[in-house]
Nanobody, 121 residues
Framework: QVQLVESGGGLVQAGGSLRLSCAAS????????MGWYRQAPGKQREFIAS???????TYSDSVKGRFTISRDNAKNTMYLQMNSLELEDTGLYYC???????????????WGQGTQVTVSS
């Protein structure tokens, strides 16, 4: 099994910055894609950003140019640097990864519990 733990959320004023972390642990053979989703109150979970094992990154249009995703593969840790935060960025941020736990196991999807980001005016 793979456990994901997010950290770094909090309350920040509009225009400010936060850096989220997501640490993966457990029986990990290989992690392929890691990424972030967020869910605002009353809304569906939406894709924010992802990074594949080749360091290719993808961003949603809503955060492109403001958020930066990065990975430290040696530590199985992913980061989300969020700059120029807007009120609409408020939500519960979830990290996920696609990981292989053994050589014969299929690649499976794992989720963290989420970290709250609140942007105030």
């Amino acid at each position: 099994q793979v456990q994901l733990v997010e950290s770094g959320g909090g309350l920040v004023q509009a225009g400010g910055s936060l850096r989220l972390s997501c640490a993966a642990s457990g029986s990990i053979l290989r992690i392929t894609t890691m990424g972030w989703y967020r869910q605002a109150p009353g809304k569906q979970r939406e894709f924010i950003a992802s990074s594949d094992s080749g360091d290719s990154t993808t961003y949603s249009d809503s955060v492109k140019g403001r958020f930066t995703i990065s990975r430290d593969n040696a530590k199985n840790t992913m980061y989300l640097q969020m700059n120029s935060l807007e009120l609409e960025d408020t939500g519960l941020y979830y990290c996920y990864c696609n990981a292989k736990t053994t050589s014969y196991a299929a690649i499976s999807l794992y989720w963290g519990q989420g970290t709250q980001v609140t942007v105030s005016s």
